[in-house]
């Protein structure tokens, strides 16, 4: 006795590889990054975690407002986001000297910067954490 299916008009083109084809290029991907120094990988790897980082959005507002982040302030930043990822916070608005950020805490990636925020009367939305710094 044969039983046919209807597929909608489908047919089988080729029969079902093996998995082995996937592990193949796992290997040529493993081997291609042996193949860089180690230093060079190291050293990518600490600039991808090293602080944060500026979407091209908040760099035109810092510039554009004439914000200063000296190295003492961008250290307090870092320190706010370290402490918002860990409490588990997804989009975090860090305040400090006058100045709010928003920060996209799992990219450690600042989407905007505002100057006086409290003068202007700013709302903020879509944030789960504040953190107020000196």
Same mark, same amino acid.
């Given at each position: 006795?044969?039983?046919? %299916?209807?597929?909608?008009? +489908?047919?089988? *083109?080729? =029969?079902?590889? =093996?998995?082995?084809?996937?592990?193949? /290029?796992?290997?040529?991907?493993?081997?291609?990054?042996?193949?860089? =120094? %180690?230093?060079?990988?190291?050293?990518?790897?600490?600039?991808?975690?090293?602080?944060? *980082?500026?979407?091209?959005?908040? /760099?035109?507002?810092? *510039?554009?407002?004439?914000?200063?982040?000296? =190295?003492?302030?961008?250290?307090? #930043?870092?320190?706010?986001?370290?402490?918002?990822?860990?409490?588990? /916070?997804? *989009?975090?608005?860090?305040?400090?000297?006058?100045?709010?950020?928003?920060?996209?805490?799992?990219?450690?990636?600042?989407?905007?910067? +505002?100057?006086?925020?409290?003068?202007?009367?700013?709302? %903020?939305?879509? #944030?789960?954490?504040?953190?107020?710094?000196?």
């Amino acid at each position: 006795m044969r039983t046919n %299916f209807h597929l909608g008009g +489908l047919r089988p *083109q080729a =029969p079902v590889q =093996p998995v082995q084809s996937q592990k193949q /290029s796992v290997k040529e991907t493993v081997s291609a990054e042996q193949q860089v =120094p %180690f230093k060079e990988l190291f050293d990518r790897e600490l600039k991808r975690t090293d602080g944060v *980082q500026f979407s091209h959005h908040a /760099s035109q507002r810092i *510039q554009e407002r004439g914000m200063n982040l000296t =190295p003492e302030v961008m250290s307090k #930043i870092n320190a706010a986001v370290e402490q918002a990822a860990a409490k588990g /916070s997804k *989009q975090s608005l860090v305040l400090m000297n006058n100045a709010a950020y928003i920060v996209n805490v799992p990219s450690r990636t600042i989407i905007t910067a +505002l100057d006086q925020p409290f003068q202007q009367g700013h709302l %903020f939305t879509a #944030i789960d954490s504040a953190v107020c710094i000196e």
